[in-house]
């Protein structure tokens, strides 16, 4: 009984770390520095990064006419089920090799399904020179407005 306990703890423990060390987020900037693939960037990135916009936010920039580029980060079966319209599809894991499909000098809105993904490529983005890079925030699970399939 008392082993079965120890084993339950130490069990939980090992997921705790794991769930902690996934929380990390990478610092550094590097040319070569490919983007993060692990979950659990934090959403408030730090000032002088990337900035987090909420899906009103977004409407407000998509209504301004302001020319902008929204980079979708997430899978193409993802991307299919329903994206924003004119989202570019670049899954998080081709992004180091297609940077060059995007303009540094454009404003960037990084998406996702839930927002973890697209911070790290905004991060990403930023530590590779990009300036005018946003992350939203709770990504599609939080877009109230249209979608395309």
Same mark, same amino acid.
């Given at each position: 009984?008392?082993?079965?306990?120890?084993?339950?703890?130490?069990?939980?423990?090992?997921?705790?770390?794991?769930?902690?060390?996934?929380?990390?987020?990478?610092?550094?900037?590097?040319?070569?520095?490919?983007?993060?693939?692990?979950?659990?960037?934090?959403?408030?990135?730090?000032?002088? =990064?990337?900035? #987090?916009?909420?899906? #009103? #936010?977004?409407?407000?920039?998509? #209504?301004?006419?302001?020319?902008?580029?929204?980079?979708?980060?997430?899978?193409?079966?993802?991307?299919?089920?329903?994206?924003?319209?004119?989202?570019?599809?670049?899954?998080?894991?081709?992004?180091?090799?297609?940077?060059?499909?995007?303009?540094?000098?454009?404003?960037?809105?990084?998406?996702?399904? =839930?927002?973890?993904?697209?911070?790290?490529?905004?991060?990403?983005?930023?530590?590779?020179?990009?300036?005018?890079?946003?992350?939203?925030?709770?990504?599609?699970?939080?877009?109230?407005?249209?979608?395309?399939?």
């Amino acid at each position: 009984m008392v082993r079965n306990q120890v084993l339950v703890v130490i069990v939980v423990l090992l997921l705790l770390a794991l769930v902690v060390s996934g929380c990390s987020k990478q610092t550094g900037s590097s040319q070569n520095q490919s983007p993060p693939v692990s979950a659990g960037t934090p959403v408030n990135a730090p000032s002088g =990064s990337y900035k #987090d916009i909420s899906g #009103d #936010d977004l409407q407000k920039l998509l #209504d301004s006419k302001e020319k902008i580029a929204i980079l979708d980060v997430r899978e193409p079966f993802e991307y299919q089920a329903g994206h924003l319209k004119a989202a570019k599809l670049i899954p998080l894991g081709e992004l180091t090799n297609r940077l060059g499909e995007l303009d540094k000098a454009q404003t960037i809105v990084v998406v996702c399904a =839930s927002g973890a993904r697209s911070a790290q490529a905004a991060q990403y983005l930023v530590d590779q020179g990009f300036t005018k890079v946003n992350n939203l925030a709770g990504g599609m699970m939080s877009w109230q407005g249209a979608v395309e399939k």
